[in-house]
């Protein structure tokens, strides 16, 4: 009897950190060698909101390793992240009124945080959307496929 609740409870606990990994709700981290530390990230279809968090771990400053997380369709993310790097570092590298843009946060250095938050109206379940750093050179290492569904 104790086992079987035992048991119970274990279920329990892994079926709402699966919900919670799967939820509305996603933090990512950047770090000083370029990276984030997904290459993936799966939200609920659904949300009314989708927050997510952007972590620098790393230390080095905006101006040099800036990190920040657009979300376009997968087909429009290399022209986005082109015209991104001449709008340069006061526009967080994204071009102002670009509506190919989904969201797009602002940059953070080391040890900064940023949260952005997307309305779950703007992302269709099983659309083909990506997430990049829109910082120049990070897209062709710090990008992922976002999953909505
Ligand atoms: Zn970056």
Redesign the pocket.
């Known amino acids: 009897m104790m086992i079987r609740k035992i048991f119970i409870v274990g279920a329990f606990l892994l079926f709402s950190s699966a919900v919670l990994a799967d939820g509305c709700k996603v933090e990512i981290e950047?770090n000083d060698a370029?990276q984030f530390n997904l290459k993936e990230i799966k939200v609920a279809a659904g949300c009314a909101e989708i927050e997510v968090t952007i972590k620098h771990v790393g230390a080095l400053p905006k101006a040099t390793m800036?990190?920040g997380f657009v979300v376009t369709t997968a087909a429009d993310m290399q022209a986005v992240a082109n015209d991104g790097m001449a709008a340069g570092i006061d526009n967080n590298h994204v071009k102002p009124g670009d509506d190919r843009v989904i969201a797009n946060s602002k940059l953070v250095g080391g040890g900064e945080s940023t949260t952005l938050k997307i309305p779950g109206s703007k992302l269709e379940a099983g659309g083909d959307y990506m997430f990049f750093?829109p910082?120049p050179g990070?897209n062709a290492m710090?990008k992922g496929k976002l999953i909505v569904g």
Do not use: L
């Open positions: 950047g370029m800036g990190h750093c910082f990070h710090m």
